[in-house]
């Protein structure tokens, strides 16, 4: 079957470094995606990878390692806007997005 | 703003009434889903449209009725809800159902309580 874990919820100051992590079971996978979700607005498209490493994009960043079933999404210098759900999505081989249950990210001064 | 836009944006509901809702993408995508976000669980995937027509309906009940008469436009028809229907309902749009990127633009949702 197909399973994905993150953490419930996360707590971090501003300006420092949090890591959220996603570990994921599945026969066949086409990417791997995360998503950002403030309270009571829309997930927005963060990062997508596909192939084992790192990629950056700003302050954000997202590592995958399809060995081990395992992605990161790294978030540097943070700002309280940074506030948010964080959701891990799994592209399986039918190019169907399987969602983890999300991470709760708590910013605090 | 994410080119997708949902109304209404909140719905109260007595199991006995039906209501819709409905979403409306400007951004020319050929894909469009129905997504169910209850608290602290995974997105479900309710429908998903591809080109007007419906290729997926995961085991939704028929309580549930989507209708999509064009690829900007999709409805979702409630009728005679459950209280455990209560939850945040997303559209979702994408340019094709298979992309190979996979990025789906979300509205910002309609939430929905059954009383």
């Known amino acids: 079957g197909q399973n994905i874990d993150q953490p419930t919820e996360m707590t971090a100051t501003e300006g420092a470094i949090v890591q959220i992590n996603c570990t994921y079971q599945t026969s066949g996978f086409n990417g791997l995606f995360w998503y950002q979700q403030h309270a009571g607005e829309a997930p927005t498209f963060l990062s997508y990878?596909?192939l084992d490493g790192l990629e950056e994009k700003g302050r954000f960043s997202s590592f995958l390692s399809r060995s081990k079933g395992y992605s990161y999404l790294l978030l540097k210098e943070l700002q309280m806007k940074d506030s948010a759900s964080y959701l891990c999505a799994l592209m399986d081989s039918n190019y169907q997005l399987i969602w983890g249950a999300g991470t709760k990210l708590i910013i605090k001064p | 703003e994410t080119g997708v836009t949902q109304t209404p944006r909140h719905l109260v509901m007595g199991m006995t009434n039906k209501k819709s809702l409905k979403c409306e993408q400007h951004l020319g995508h050929n894909a469009m889903y129905w997504y169910k976000q209850s608290a602290k669980k995974p997105l479900e995937l309710m429908f998903v449209y591809n080109f007007k027509e419906q290729t997926e309906n995961n085991s939704v009940p028929s309580r549930f009725s989507p209708e999509c008469p064009n690829s900007s436009h999709l409805f979702l028809h409630l009728h005679t809800l459950q209280p455990e229907d209560s939850a945040l309902y997303l559209c979702a749009s994408s340019q094709l159902r298979d992309s190979h990127t996979g990025e789906l633009f979300f509205g910002e949702g309609s939430r929905l309580t059954v009383l």
């Open positions: 990878n596909v």
